[in-house]
């Protein structure tokens, strides 16, 4: 007669568990250096442009479409606390206005 030792195969679960929930964990974040300084909803923080593209108009008549006339631009950022790591919850809290500010600034600074 075979008998099972309960508590030593709960151990083996235990060790099984533990292990699976070491190798999902996420490698820790990157810390990023900031292309200008600016504050949202008065909190200190940086940006990072990922993607800023200005097309501009062609001016034409015979344009296709009012933005192929008068242009437009593409800009994709994201906001970085002060020591460099991604702050995705302030980018939540944005209001238009900030983000309207911050495309302003980083067409300004594209121009300079």
Not at 16 to 25: D, G, M, P, T, V
Not at 55 to 84: C, M, T, V, W
Not at 87 to 95: I, N, V
């Amino acid at each position: 007669m075979m008998t099972t030792d309960y508590f030593e195969l709960a151990k083996g679960l235990a060790r099984a568990q533990a292990a699976h929930i070491l190798s999902r964990k996420q490698a820790p974040a990157k810390r990023e250096a900031c292309d200008f300084e600016t504050q949202v909803m008065g909190i200190p923080c940086g940006v990072v442009v990922d993607r800023c593209d200005v097309i501009k108009g062609s001016r034409s008549y015979n344009a296709p479409s009012d933005l192929d006339y008068y242009g437009y631009h593409i800009i994709e950022f994201h906001l970085i606390d002060r020591k460099g790591y991604k702050a995705e919850w302030l980018g939540k809290r944005m209001s238009p206005g900030d983000i309207r500010r911050i495309e302003t600034e980083i067409l300004e600074r594209r121009e300079a």
